[in-house]
């Protein structure tokens, strides 16, 4: 069997166990509920106080951003606790001499929560966010949408399999692992424009747009809430792609050298 | 003997009687130490100058106390642990390169692996014979056997340690392995069960000319499955690598019989027994090298029994424990 047949019968069995945990599922879709209440809110408040020259409407900005987040955040979330988690019920012996690396196991993981969250995804908050008007998708604008929601995964996987390496030698690392996800979110401009950094450091903004993950949610807006391609669009997802293949690049080479050192040291089966 | 590199593998062949053995595997100078500490500045020495080969179809024993790094040794034949010196070769290929080759070709079935709990025998059975490629099929005789077939869609939370093990088994043997590594497969299971699955991996291995390397404390086990002993001492170093029977062949006794006298025996009493004997505390042992024997002094004790000159006396056979003090006895 190929590296690919591996994998997919590793993200079947994730999907088998997630769906055994049924609490965890509806506490996923609730979490999900409320910050899509959560954000309108507060985007619906804030444009009626402030914020004049803003081209969106506040509380579209902020819930595009749970979308994408909603879409991201748990497979992070899930992936850098795979080890843990496998750890604690003792398999991960199991899988290493069944051929399935550390590296295999944290990039199923990160699969089968995508394909978990897409599919709550597609039942709760799309219907929801395209019935309040926030998204109105041009169907031409798709292969663009896919394309951009495409790049941020593959770079989610790269800083998921960085972050879950640092856990390989720490161990128990959640609370910077949920720290490094805070900081992600901020960077993309999942709480604000970060247009808004000028306000405070002049020319800030332009830099932090740079970022593979921030251009993305950026451009994701224009297109999910203005229906509007961003002039520099095939430029942006070039330097996209390319932050993208150096993060997973990279995640697999310090990840494949940390697997060979954690052998060594006898910590792998415990992590 | 002499070696050979033929076609990519590595054999023995012996002068003189053309039989030519592929050597399986092949492990040399390998040192492992753990780190530990905060910063894993210190080291603990768990193997040090491991060197020992296996023929294709020849089982080995890996037997010694605790802290002596068997199944450390076990761990690192199975891929688990990388040596910090020396080699490792499975059929030719070096742990280090060709790690995904060895893992296909090895089962390590060991108490500390796991199951997700939550999944049934037959899904947890679909997703390792999907990850092997091997056919769900294959291993229907096996549970029927031991009577897991009814138990397919039951959650694996609810087995109990016995049936746990008897997976863990199922899982490894689904492989089809070259190499089946065993750590004390049998210490969790009644004597009945312990004999179902000596018996099915004893012809599992007549059949598919396996290679086992196995941890078992049971002499039983061992006899029954195993031609090579390999025996560490206490940090980890070889203390014999021989054939099992040239083993039990250099111990002088097969049965123990252990007797608590009511006061202590005097010498002239102990040697009219005829036998070679120590004195250990409030008890003495004799030794013996048959069943007749033991009978022998059965019937002298029955009487010393009656007489009430001692309160009670027990037999037992020879242990792998035995075996290693007496070679550690013997060396020092």
Redesign the interface.
């Known amino acids: 069997m190929g590296y690919f047949g591996r994998l997919k019968s590793t993200v079947v069995r994730n999907l088998q166990v997630d769906l055994k945990y049924k609490f965890n599922l509806v506490i996923d879709v609730a979490w999900l509920i409320l910050d899509i209440i959560a954000f309108t809110f507060l985007g619906a408040i804030v444009a009626t106080t402030s914020i004049k020259n803003f081209e969106y409407n506040l509380a579209d900005f902020l819930l595009v951003g749970v979308f994408f987040w909603a879409l991201f955040g748990r497979a992070y979330d899930d992936t850098v606790l795979a080890l843990q988690e496998e750890a604690a019920r003792g398999t991960i012996g199991f899988l290493l001499v069944n051929n399935i690396s550390i590296r295999t196991l944290l990039i199923a993981r990160f699969f089968s929560s995508t394909v978990k969250t897409i599919t709550i995804a597609m039942i709760f908050i799309f219907p929801i966010l395209w019935a309040i008007g926030v998204i109105q998708v041009d169907l031409t604008l798709i292969p663009l949408i896919i394309t951009l929601f495409f790049l941020s995964w593959i770079f989610m996987i790269g800083v998921s399999l960085l972050v879950s390496s640092l856990n390989v030698i720490f161990k128990r690392i959640g609370v910077l692992a949920s720290l490094f996800l805070y900081a992600l979110k901020i960077a993309s401009g999942y709480y604000f424009p970060v247009e808004a950094l000028d306000l405070f450091f002049p020319g800030l903004a332009q830099s932090v747009l740079q970022f593979p993950l921030t251009r993305c949610v950026y451009l994701l807006r224009e297109l999910l809430i203005l229906g509007r391609i961003h002039p520099n669009i095939a430029n942006d997802i070039l330097m996209i792609s390319l932050g993208a293949v150096i993060c997973i690049g990279l995640a697999l080479i310090v990840m494949s050298q940390i697997e060979k050192l954690s052998a060594k040291w006898g910590t792998l089966e415990f992590y | 003997m002499r070696n050979s590199l033929l076609n990519g593998a590595h054999w023995n062949s012996i002068e003189g009687e053309n039989i030519m053995r592929e050597i399986v595997i092949e492990v040399k100078d390998v040192m ?1 130490q ?2 530990t500490g905060a910063f ?1 500045h210190k080291k603990i020495q768990v193997l040090d100058e491991i060197t020992f080969e296996l023929e294709e179809g020849e089982n080995l024993a890996i037997v010694g106390p605790n802290g002596s790094g068997k199944t ?1 040794l076990l ?1 690192i034949l ?5 040596p ?1 010196k020396g080699s490792v070769k499975i059929y030719d290929h070096d742990i280090f390169k060709d790690i ?1 080759k060895v ?2 070709m ?3 079935v ?1 108490p ?8 049934t025998l037959r ?1 947890t059975l679909k ?2 014979s ?4 091997s056919n769900i099929e294959d291993i229907y005789p096996f549970l029927e056997e031991i009577g897991l077939d009814q138990l397919m869609d039951e959650r694996l939370e609810g087995f109990s340690e016995g049936q746990k093990a008897m997976t ?1 088994l199922a ?1 490894g043997m689904l ?1 089809h392995p070259k190499i089946l590594l065993l750590d004390e497969v049998t210490a969790t299971l009644d004597v009945r069960r312990k004999e179902e699955v000596i018996d099915y991996i004893d012809k599992l291995d007549a059949k598919l000319d396996l290679t086992l390397g196995l941890i078992d404390h049971d002499p039983m086990v061992v006899d029954r499955l195993c031609h090579k002993i390999l025996l560490l001492r206490r940090g980890g170093t070889i203390l014999r690598f021989a054939n099992v029977s040239d083993l039990f062949h250099e111990i002088p006794y097969r049965y123990d019989v252990k007797v608590y006298p009511r006061k202590p025996l005097k010498t002239k009493v102990l040697d009219s027994f005829g036998f070679p004997y120590e004195k250990l505390g409030d008890f003495v042992r004799f030794f013996t090298q048959s069943k007749k024997e033991v009978d022998e002094i059965h019937d002298k004790l029955f009487e010393k029994l009656e007489a009430e000159e001692i309160i009670e006396f027990s037999t037992s056979g020879l242990s792998l424990e035995d075996m290693y003090f007496f070679f550690l006895a013997k060396e020092t």
């Open positions: 492992k753990f780190p894993l450390t761990k199975a891929t688990i642990y990388l910090d995904s893992r296909d090895i089962s390590f060991s500390a692996l796991s199951f997700q709990k939550k999944l899904e997703f390792f999907g990850i092997q490629d863990r899982i492989k």
